[in-house]
């Protein structure tokens, strides 16, 4: 290899390796704190002596369209120059004073001295004391003189670099250097604090050319489009006036952008629009804050703690401030929905978790995913259905439709009557929306059809469920208009979103106005916001001028939320969980239902079903009132409402099973 390419090479090794780049940003870093640090000293010193900084806050005020600020400042700058005008007059008469003054003020020393003089010979008897004071005063001048000669010759060299260094001390403490001479920390953005220069400064740069002329035209005082900028949680929180020609949606469009200006991650700066017109709020995080877990939910906490469902809020995590947030359920039709694993079912779980505490809602549960995460409600909810499968679907449909007969119940009842909250939740509702099968009467148990069983059950409650107190909670994935229908997604009071992967599924969760509001699930980053929500609810405290909130929800995991499930269940009764039917069991079914009856003429389904659990648990136990539904169904012994109540009559029993084994007698001869 020739000498002159190794040359090069180790030429070029030592002028990128690391430790020549770190000293050559170091000594680029010290020279501009001090030649920056001098500058920003002369235009303090031109500031202080001339009415500068008083034209730059009247342009300021006009490029705002503040003219209130700017006949303010005017008066100020008017009052400023007067004074100095005063000042300067003062001059053409102070040294003619100043010479008066010494002149007196050295006669009256001396005159002083030797009077102290006269006083010291008297005393003594000396006459050449008279002078003695006014001698020992010349020999401290003339001392004083001598200390000056030697120290100014070492002041004079010295002084120089004293300047320089408390210029360079200015220029280090405004970080006066190019971003990329900057130490390691500061240029990540670890610890640096948000400031008004800052946060300009981001919004110059953000690529806007009417909101960076404005900025311009305003010199350093674009600072006065800010807000007080105040503590908000593990953050800071500014509102941002914005110059004439700029709107918030351009902002709003640059979120990410704007984060890496501020030195942060695009998930720790929030932009929300309050009531003020051309006003855009911004929260910014301390860098990697939203990382740090919250703390554990006061479910787990307080092993005391009860719900009202009326009057109660359910304790479900805390705001970006740092904040309890906490959710009324009060008459709140509820939907959430997100990218699968992101904490939906915990966050949908950790509500009902909370009311279950209160002894008088009833659950009924359809979990159509069948992992077990809502296995702890089974002896808490009346009904619960695991599963992911067609069958399952069919009984969750039956459930809301018995829902839906139940309301109807309820509404027929006498003005002014109270009821107990029923709570029909449906989780990884999609599946139910996407089922393909039909009934025996040709209707669809999915889809967004009139025809659709599952979806029309649905309306009817959003409809008229809220008056007493029947309500529907539902967690969806990924949300689409097959699998959430809009209008199933629009009836209901509460919308919760996770991580999402489009603004067109935030929209679809949340609803345009709190879209165009600020809210932004699509932006929250998948695998790592697991359980933060961004919620659009009149049942959660929403800062004023804002359509939405996000919430970090308290993680509950499934053996925690066993305990808690238990801790509920000791405070009730005891409830008897109906569960899907066991298809597997070869029994007679309809014999089984009609000796249950034993003397009685009738009996209501829910204790039809009691005496079948009780008959043989194993076969009985999973049953739901679907199930009941489906082996009377065409035999004559349907159950039937009476008194507002669904019932089995005894004697429709009897004929349905003599006619059935007539049936079976004909056929075998």
Request: aromatic share 4%.
């Amino acid at each position: 290899m020739p000498l002159w390419v190794r040359s090069g090479r180790a030429v070029k090794a030592a002028v990128t390796h690391e430790r020549t780049r770190s000293a050559g940003r170091a000594v680029v870093r010290h020279g501009l704190y001090t030649f920056n640090g001098g500058r920003i000293v002369a235009r303090r010193a031109w500031d202080g002596r001339t009415g500068a900084r008083y034209e730059r806050m009247i342009r300021a005020a006009e490029a705002a369209g503040n003219l209130e600020a700017a006949e303010e400042w005017e008066e100020r700058l008017s009052r400023f120059r007067a004074a100095r005008h005063h000042r300067r007059m003062d001059l053409l008469h102070s040294p003619v004073d100043a010479a008066k003054g010494v002149a007196v003020g050295a006669g009256m020393s001396i005159g002083v001295l030797v009077a102290l003089g006269v006083v010291m010979a008297i005393s003594t008897g000396q006459v050449a004391d008279v002078v003695t004071p006014l001698s020992a005063t010349i020999d401290f001048i003339a001392l004083l003189i001598r200390i000056v000669q030697i120290v100014w010759g070492p002041a004079v060299t010295i002084g120089p670099f004293l300047a320089l260094l408390a210029l360079w001390a200015v220029g280090r403490q405004q970080q006066a250097a190019p971003h990329w001479a900057l130490p390691a920390n500061v240029r990540s953005g670890e610890g640096e604090p948000i400031t008004p220069s800052i946060v300009v400064k981001a919004l110059r740069d953000l690529g806007i050319p009417a909101l960076r002329n404005a900025i311009k035209e305003m010199g350093d005082a674009g600072a006065s489009m800010l807000g007080p900028i105040t503590i908000a949680g593990c953050g800071v929180e500014v509102d941002v006036t914005l110059p004439s020609g700029v709107s918030t949606i351009e902002v709003q469009n640059r979120r990410r952008k704007l984060a890496e200006n501020l030195t942060r991650h695009e998930h720790e700066v929030f932009i929300t629009i309050p009531q003020a017109a051309r006003t855009v709020r911004l929260w910014i995080a301390d860098s990697g804050a939203l990382d740090e877990p919250i703390g554990p939910s006061p479910l787990v906490t307080d092993e005391t703690l009860t719900a009202d469902y009326a009057k109660g809020k359910a304790p479900w995590g805390q705001d970006l401030r740092g904040d309890a947030a906490a959710l009324s359920l009060y008459q709140r039709h509820l939907l959430i929905t997100g990218l699968s694993n992101q904490g939906k079912t915990a966050a949908l779980r950790a509500l009902a978790l909370w009311l279950a505490l209160d002894r008088t809602v009833e659950f009924r549960i359809a979990d159509l995913k069948g992992a077990g995460d809502w296995a702890m409600f089974d002896g808490l909810a009346t009904v619960l259905i695991q599963g992911p499968t067609d069958d399952h679907v069919i009984e969750a449909t039956e459930m809301i439709e018995d829902g839906v007969a139940e309301m109807e119940r309820r509404l027929q009842a006498p003005p002014g009557t109270t009821f107990p909250p029923l709570i029909l939740l449906v989780d990884e509702a999609q599946v139910a929306f996407m089922c393909p099968l039909v009934d025996a009467d040709k209707r669809p148990y999915g889809g967004s059809k009139a025809t659709s069983r599952y979806f029309m059950a649905a309306r009817k409650i959003h409809n008229q469920g809220r008056a007493v107190n029947v309500l529907l909670w539902q967690g969806t994935q990924d949300p689409t208009d097959q699998n959430l229908p809009k209008l199933v997604r629009e009836g209901a009071h509460t919308r919760a979103a996770l991580a999402l992967g489009t603004e067109s599924q935030a929209r679809m969760a949340l609803g345009d106005k709190a879209v165009d509001g600020g809210a932004a699930p699509n932006l929250l980053r998948p695998g790592l916001d697991k359980g933060t929500v961004v919620v659009a609810s009149d049942g959660i405290a929403i800062p004023a001028g804002q359509s939405s909130i996000t919430v970090r929800t308290h993680y509950i995991d499934t053996e925690t939320a066993t305990d808690v499930a238990e801790r509920a269940k000791r405070m009730r009764d005891g409830v008897t969980t109906l569960r899907v039917i066991d298809r597997g069991e070869e029994r007679d079914p309809l014999a089984d239902i009609h000796s249950v009856f034993g003397d009685s003429p009738r009996l209501v389904t829910q204790d039809v079903l009691k005496r079948l659990t009780a008959l043989n648990e194993d076969a009985y136990g999973r049953w739901t009132f679907a199930d009941l539904r489906r082996v009377l169904e065409s035999t004559g012994a349907e159950p039937y409402k009476s008194d507002g109540r669904m019932v089995v009559a005894r004697e429709r029993l009897t004929r349905a099973l003599a006619n059935r084994d007539g049936d079976g007698s004909a056929s075998a001869s």
